[in-house]
């Protein structure tokens, strides 16, 4: 469809909606290659273990963090889709927020596949010959997979696959 065209040249039938989507000229996303400044990255965790070894083996070492990882661990879901591949990595995303653009969806603004982060299949594409990749979620299978299907990540015709599907239930359940 033409970027210039009218929205009265659209003859839309009276009370007839439409969305109109897309990004204000000027905040484009821009290749990070020519930005002339890019972010640090920070360190949001509690504690940055890199700078104190030893109190990064005390928490490896607290029985209450060993409990609490066990317990976590006896709930886990995980739904093999593909076998794992020989000597190579394996890349957990997160479904929300990382693959999917959550708050559209749940509004009911637009279909899933509208909400998938941009040129998703081209990154997965490029990445899958040295990782295996696994999709997060802290929801029931059954909506991870619909939405997975959906974005075409299942059953899809792209250079990749999805090895399995991990549930796990925030500390709070």
């Known amino acids: 469809m033409d970027d210039h ?16 989507v897309g990004t204000p ?39 209450r963090n060993i409990r609490k990882v ?18 190579k990595r394996l890349l957990v995303l997160d479904i929300d ?8 969806l749940t509004s009911g603004a637009l279909p899933p596949e509208e909400c998938a982060r941009p040129r998703l299949h081209e990154f997965l594409e490029a990445i899958y ?11 029931s299978w059954i909506w991870l997979e619909t939405k997975l299907v959906e974005l075409g990540m299942l059953g899809g015709h792209h250079n990749y696959q999805i090895s399995f599907g991990s549930l796990v239930y925030l500390l709070t359940h």
């Open 5 to 20: 065209l009218i929205s009265r040249d659209l003859k839309l039938s009276a009370g007839k909606k439409f969305t109109l």
């Open 25 to 63: 000229e000027g905040q484009e996303i821009k290749d990070p290659s020519q930005l002339e400044f890019l972010p640090d990255v920070v360190n949001d965790l509690d504690f940055d273990f890199s700078a104190d070894p030893k109190a990064a083996l005390q928490y490896q070492n607290d029985q």
């Open 70 to 87: 066990k317990e976590h661990t006896k709930k886990l879901s995980i739904n093999i889709i593909h076998p794992l591949r020989e000597n």
């Open 97 to 104: 927020y990382t693959i999917l653009d959550t708050k559209p």
């Open 129 to 139: 010959p040295y990782y295996d990749i696994c999709i997060w979620s802290q929801t």
